[in-house]
């Protein structure tokens, strides 16, 4: 990672669905990542965006009697109110209709043409309508589509094709050669048996435009467009640079140092993406790191399965940052999870409203009652070993979320709250093993203030940790424990009753 700067971007959400859990997941831990950049001090661009083109928007925008772009300006809208609901910080949106992005596909497709890179050809094959994406006979074992078990089509047309396959060995080296291009590891080693085990076959990356009009036409063919995915994984550059004269890509952004996905996109990204960027002499990202699915009683989310969870009525029910909270801690980054509201409401009744807002409402209580509002400000030297570790967690704690979240540690989002609700709970038990009331009664002012300054300065440690996951809830406590006076608000996170 460049040290002044991040580049971090989501997938572009298809725009025929509305958007769910899943799509959020990413969004959240992306928006954390580049919230705790920022705060870090690193110039960071956050991207995120749609993927428009295909035949599912049109087929989706004839459903509704719309023109396909009327039809994705609406379904955009609904990306972006959520993304605002949620407190998604993305400084640029890109969509795959953008003036901008259009004219750097084709700009690209016209570089690789000249090189000899792209080729046309019969194209036969088994595909899937509904996921968009071809077959080769030796990946099927029924006439249905792996993915979604779906009816193929057999289709023969003339096409163009990406010569996917001359790099496959340079890019086993690569692969080998960079620890962390990508993470996790598990992930890592299933691209690279993946390349071992099966031949590349060449991309096809066009679409005859009398079955598919609604795409990006190819600058050197009139009867066809550009596949989806050739056109989806642009984004990344097309937001951020463009080609000089002499076809060479200038960003100040470009290479991403994190383009963050769900491992059902892994493939795309690992094999056809990096191959793409080496044929057009662009440098590759920094790290691609696939995390896991979310599922609901053990299978995936689909429209088609019916079992879609809508983030907005999760975040409404609970809370912005207790949902955000959630999916950040309840999974380790790259595993799968179950999700569930039992499970929430389990977290936001033990983690938030017990151990955090009980800690804050119980310390600004104390500075209410014993010193009129008014945050003591005694700093002890002190023995007491309780203390000791208090104040020790709370150097530590910054320089060990550091290294957390880094590819190096696969981003532990999680680590990194189980972390700073050792220092939460450490401070708990201080207070209920000091029995301030104790002090009070036996006059020992001088102790009581520094032991409330000292929990007043967990609580700001906590809180500035926490800004990146929960910024509201964070920002609050912040504004709650003033330079001097305290505001005391309502309690944080009022408990929920479990079912
Ligand atoms: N348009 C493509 C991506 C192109 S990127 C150049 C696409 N879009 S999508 O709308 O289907 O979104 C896929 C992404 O949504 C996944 O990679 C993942 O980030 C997220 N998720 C979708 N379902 C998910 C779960 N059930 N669980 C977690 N995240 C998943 O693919």
């Not at 799968?336 to 017990?354: M, P, Q, T, Y």
Request: charged fraction near 25%.
């Amino acid at each position: 990672m460049s040290k002044d700067k991040f580049y971090i971007t989501t997938p572009i959400y298809y725009i025929n669905a509305s958007p769910h859990i899943g799509h959020s997941y990413t969004n959240i831990a992306s928006d954390c990542l580049a919230r705790y950049y920022r705060l870090k001090g690193y110039k960071v661009h956050f991207l995120t965006g749609t993927d428009e083109h295909g035949q599912k928007v049109q087929q989706s925008a004839i459903n509704k009697g719309l023109q396909p772009r009327d039809f994705a300006d609406k379904a955009v809208l609904v990306f972006k109110e959520l993304w605002q609901k949620l407190n998604i910080s993305y400084d640029d949106f890109v969509r795959t209709t953008d003036e901008r992005h259009i004219k750097i596909v084709q700009r690209a497709l016209e570089i690789l043409y000249r090189r000899g890179r792209l080729y046309e050809d019969l194209y036969e094959g088994w595909y899937c309508t509904p996921c968009e994406t071809f077959w080769q006979e030796t990946q099927l074992d029924s006439q249905n589509c792996p993915d979604c078990k779906r009816p193929l089509e057999k289709i023969t047309e003339k096409n163009y094709f990406f010569k996917l396959s001359e790099y496959q060995n340079w890019l086993i080296e690569y692969i080998k050669n960079h620890a962390n291009f990508i993470r996790p590891l598990n992930r890592r080693q299933e691209v690279l048996s993946f390349l071992e085990l099966n031949k590349l076959v060449d991309l096809c990356i066009s679409r005859p435009k009398e079955r598919l009009s609604w795409g990006i036409p190819l600058p050197f063919s009139k009867e066809h467009v550009t596949y989806v995915w050739f056109d989806a994984l642009i984004n990344y550059l097309s937001a951020v640079g463009t080609f000089d004269a002499n076809d060479s890509y200038q960003s100040e952004w470009w290479p991403a140092d994190v383009h963050l996905i769900g491992k059902d996109i892994l493939r795309q990204h690992a094999i056809y993406w990096p191959i793409i960027l080496h044929a057009l002499d662009i440098e590759l990202p920094q790290t691609i790191f696939a995390h896991g699915w979310w599922l609901v009683g053990e299978s995936k989310m689909s429209k088609s399965r019916g079992n879609v969870i809508s983030p907005l009525e999760m975040a409404d029910n609970y809370g912005i940052d207790v949902y955000r909270y959630f999916l950040l801690r309840d999974v380790p980054f790259g595993h799968d999870g179950n999700f569930s509201e039992a499970a929430i409401v389990k977290r936001l009744n033990s983690d938030l409203a017990n151990d955090l807002g009980n800690l804050v409402y119980r310390t600004l209580t104390m500075i209410e009652k014993y010193f009129d509002g008014r945050i003591p400000n005694v700093d002890l030297a002190t023995n007491e070993p309780q203390a000791k570790k208090i104040i020790e967690r709370i150097e530590l704690l910054p320089k060990e979320i550091v290294l957390y979240l880094t590819a190096n540690s696969d981003f532990d989002f999680s680590l990194v709250l189980e972390k700073v609700w050792e220092l939460i709970n450490l401070a708990n038990k201080y207070i209920e093993d000091t029995k301030p009331w104790n002090l009070v009664k036996e006059r020992k002012e001088e102790q009581l203030k520094a032991f409330i300054n000292l929990l007043v300065k967990a609580i700001r440690e906590v809180s500035n940790e926490l800004l990146p996951f929960m910024p509201s809830t964070a920002t609050s406590i912040l504004e709650q424990f003033g330079k001097e006076n305290i505001i005391k608000g309502k309690p944080l996170f009022p408990r929920i009753i479990e079912k």
